[in-house]
């Protein structure tokens, strides 16, 4: 599996049909620092940034009964994050304002939205046409000001058996 070329064709359907009702922009960094690096960002538009990372590939393998190894399985795994610019002047959810509109306008309203968008199938939408890969985790942790572009959304990780 070419899991930047699968994030890249992914993002760009998703770009195409409006997803959520947001635009959508793929950065292929593979390093966090160079997510960070990226100099495409339009706050004026109010894009989903994805940015893909720390891509691993390797094989797990059990010991049998007689003490030696066999493969059970290889993996493709991957870090990325899904968010977009930050909004520094907003609360995250009621601790500076406590009305039903400052709530709606929070920073938790966006990341909701966008946990919503993505739903827990999202690997399952990533897998390759012949099924030889089969998504085996999906994780995703809040983040609030990412990086020196303060982007607010989700650190993801996500791995693939086969």
Do not use: H
């Not at 089969?134 to 572009?149: L, R, W």
């Amino acid at each position: 599996m070419n899991i930047i070329k699968q994030f890249e064709n992914l993002i760009t359907g998703w770009n195409e049909e409006s997803k959520c009702g947001n635009c959508w922009k793929f950065v292929g960094a593979g390093r966090p620092d160079l997510f960070n690096m990226f100099q495409g960002v339009e706050e004026a538009e109010c894009c989903i940034y994805v940015g893909l990372f720390n891509i691993k590939f390797g094989t797990r393998y059990t010991p049998d009964i007689n003490g030696f190894t066999s493969k059970q399985y290889c993996f493709t795994s991957f870090e990325g994050f899904i968010g977009i610019p930050s909004r520094l002047d907003i609360q995250f959810y009621n601790e500076l304002g406590n009305s039903d509109q400052e709530k709606e306008e929070s920073k938790w309203t966006i990341l909701n939205s966008i946990k919503d968008c993505l739903g827990c199938d999202f690997l399952e939408i990533l897998c390759d046409d012949n099924g030889l890969y089969q998504p085996s985790e999906f994780t995703a942790i809040q983040k609030i000001n990412y990086q020196d572009s303060n982007y607010d959304g989700w650190l993801i990780k996500g791995q693939y058996n086969y």
